[in-house]
């Protein structure tokens, strides 16, 4: 009897051994059919389809839609990936495109980093608020009444408290900063100007202890920025008329730029400024009222802010178009007769 029990024992370790096989084979099989489902659902399909995921959905909805669109092969599946990623509450709503050579893994990281689809557009220098709100609006960004309503909320940030551009004007004037934005497609206008108002503090801080020294104040600045950026269409003379602007200041004489005339009368800085539009009773109208403009009168990009604070030392009180863009500049009012006689009569 004694001589039987290696050959029970032997039956015995290889039923052992074949069912710790079988077992890894069930396991290995399970964790390839997992790794499946982690795919993409056709890797040569790569056609985007829009996904559109709304305000406080749950992953479960989330993983639901894509399962609709056949982005996901199973539901189970992304919400397990997700909870074992930590995304399951991070996903983000959001207007989205995916195809489906994306895997599972992709489309979950992109939603739970929020890269929505973006749009980009362009606010040039010199551009007014209304303006502003009249290229986006063209854009189809946001409707002209989302801007005015967008324009009249109120703001929490130091350099707009000395804001009073009186009137019918707008007390954003100036601090829209011009500069290339991309946004979300969903971005409502209150964030569209909450994003320039950022980027107009982020600039004014490079910028407002030498306004400090120079004993300006950022209104002040700004304003002067604005005439400098409406007058200026060649970058070098930027810098020029800035010095023009300091030095008949500082002589008391009446700045008499033509930018202030056309923004007192609504009009765009193409327009050409008549006699008779030089006696618009405003306080914006340098030709009339001396000092500077109520107010700014556009919103002045880096460059004219910088030549603000840095204008030219010269002996030039005047300056007239030479129709190119550029201008002729002078230091007698004889000599700007002289000028204007060769330009423009």
């Known amino acids: ?3 039987l029990k290696p050959m029970i024992k032997t039956k015995s370790s290889r ?3 074949l069912a710790i096989l079988l077992i890894l084979g069930i396991s290995l099989a399970g964790y390839h059919m997992l790794l499946m489902q982690l795919e993409p659902v056709d890797p040569s399909d790569s056609k985007y389809i829009d996904i559109r995921i709304e305000e406080n959905s749950t992953a479960t909805e989330v993983a639901q839609l894509l399962h609709r669109h056949q982005l996901i092969r199973n539901t ?6 997700c909870r074992h990623k930590g995304l399951d509450s991070s996903l983000k709503a959001g207007h989205y495109q995916f195809n489906r050579s994306q895997s599972l893994p992709e489309i ?10 973006t749009i980009s557009f362009t606010i040039p220098e010199g551009y007014t608020v209304e303006k502003i709100g ?4 063209e854009k189809g960004i946001c409707t002209f009444v989302e801007w005015q309503d967008a324009i009249n909320a109120t703001y929490d940030y130091p350099f707009l408290q000395q804001a009073n551009p009186g009137e019918g004007k707008p007390y954003l004037e100036g601090f829209l900063f011009p500069d290339t934005y991309v946004i979300a497609e969903d971005t409502s206008a ?3 100007v909450k994003a320039m108002l950022e980027n107009f503090q982020k600039t004014w801080e490079e910028y407002e202890q030498e306004a400090i020294n120079q004993g300006l104040t950022v209104y002040d600045t700004v304003i002067i920025a604005s005439m400098i950026e409406r007058e200026a269409m060649v970058d070098r003379e930027r ?6 602007i300091k030095n008949r200041l500082q002589k008391g004489m009446l700045l008499q730029v033509d930018a202030t005339v056309l923004y007192s009368l609504g009009k765009d800085e193409k327009d050409v400024v008549y006699l008779k539009d030089l006696e618009i009773d405003s306080p914006y109208n340098t030709y009339k009222y001396a000092g500077l403009p109520q ?3 556009a919103c002045p990009g880096q460059a004219a802010i910088h030549a603000a604070l840095h204008p030219e030392k010269h002996d030039y009180y005047y300056y007239v178009s030479r129709g190119d863009g550029s201008h002729h500049f002078s230091k007698t009012y004889s000599e700007h007769l002289q000028a204007k006689a060769q330009y423009l009569d």
């Open 239 to 244: 810098e020029l008329i800035s010095g023009v």
């Open 134 to 137: 009249r290229l986006l609006d």
């Open 295 to 297: 107010g700014p009168i």
């Open 15 to 17: 039923v052992i051994i």
């Open 1 to 3: 009897m004694s001589e």
């Open 108 to 117: 979950a990281a992109a939603i739970a980093a929020g890269r929505v689809m």
């Open 76 to 81: 189970d599946v992304f919400l397990a990936y």
């Open 190 to 192: 209150v964030e569209i």
